[in-house]
């Protein structure tokens, strides 16, 4: 086999790993129908009173306060596009970390990573997963609240996917150094909550980051997520953006390149020094 086709097998095999985790953890998600339902409309729960709390601040002339923030009076669609992002947040966060840390706890972590699989497949096989039940779920959440409060897009929407895309890459690479951290501390749940509703909050995942104390604000406008959200609100609801779009686009870009190899280090790293310490089975 020359070397062209040993590459060829190598990513073959590669892309069926990662496709029959994915596999795995959908029909784990599937048996279970009423809980896979229920996801669609639990966001919608949270987000009622939001809704109601928005028309009892509005004007006859509309939300003209959160319009001199974020460039527009739909402050529902300002939401729900925030909360679909989060979700997507969330997806990585879970996907990765909490996978993991099943894995720990049932005892099949050492097992299953003896496989001849590198191990960040399993990884990004679970992730995959997340994403692809994340977008059917709030795919349907934003049908309900299409019905529901009005939700409605203006922009374009070919342009808001290729702002999402990079964003995705980049929480990719908090992913990986997230799941390092699982391994070091062995504990998810905690992890996971707090840092999913840190950086969806300093992120603006309900609110435009303008209106963040000063102090704060250097601490969003670290983070690609930040842009990320700008940007897709930007082009879907031609809101006001931090910056120029085609200036979010590159630093989302920048930051894509840099933090998947930064957090697939780290990992890397710490998995090496777990396996040295004989800690990949404890829980």
Not at 75 to 91: P, Q
Not at 184 to 191: F, G, I, K, Q
Not at 275 to 282: C, I, K, S
């Amino acid at each position: 086999m020359n070397g062209a086709s040993l590459a060829e097998y190598s990513w073959r095999s590669s892309a069926r790993a990662v496709l029959a985790i994915a596999r795995k953890d959908c029909l784990h998600f599937v048996r279970y129908p009423l809980n896979a339902f229920f996801r669609m409309f639990e966001p919608l729960i949270w987000l009622t009173p939001v809704y109601f709390l928005g028309k009892s601040f509005a004007t006859p002339g509309g939300n003209s306060g959160f319009a001199a923030y974020a460039g527009t009076a739909d402050y529902m669609s300002f939401i729900l596009l925030g909360t679909v992002l989060s979700n997507y947040v969330g997806a990585v966060f879970w996907g990765m970390g909490f996978a993991l840390k099943n894995e720990m706890d049932a005892g099949v972590l050492e097992t299953n990573w003896m496989a001849p699989v590198p191990r960040p497949l399993f990884l990004i096989g679970q992730t995959l997963a997340s994403l692809g039940i994340t977008t059917f779920n709030s795919a349907g959440m934003l049908c309900l609240a299409w019905v529901l409060f009005g939700f409605r897009t203006t922009g374009n929407l070919l342009a808001a996917l290729g702002a999402l895309l990079p964003l995705l890459m980049a929480i990719y690479g908090f992913g990986f150094a997230f799941a390092a951290l699982v391994l070091l501390m062995r504990d998810a749940n905690t992890l996971v909550d707090v840092s999913n509703f840190l950086l969806s909050l300093l992120a603006g995942s309900n609110f435009p980051v303008r209106a963040l104390p000063r102090f704060l604000l250097p601490l969003s406008l670290a983070l690609p997520l930040s842009y990320g959200y700008d940007a897709v609100r930007g082009y879907l609801l031609h809101t006001r953006t931090v910056l120029p779009l085609e200036d979010e686009i590159a630093i989302l870009l920048a930051f894509m390149g840099a933090m998947i190899p930064l957090g697939y280090a780290v990992f890397k790293g710490i998995e090496r020094r777990c396996r040295v310490l004989g800690t990949l089975g404890l829980h």
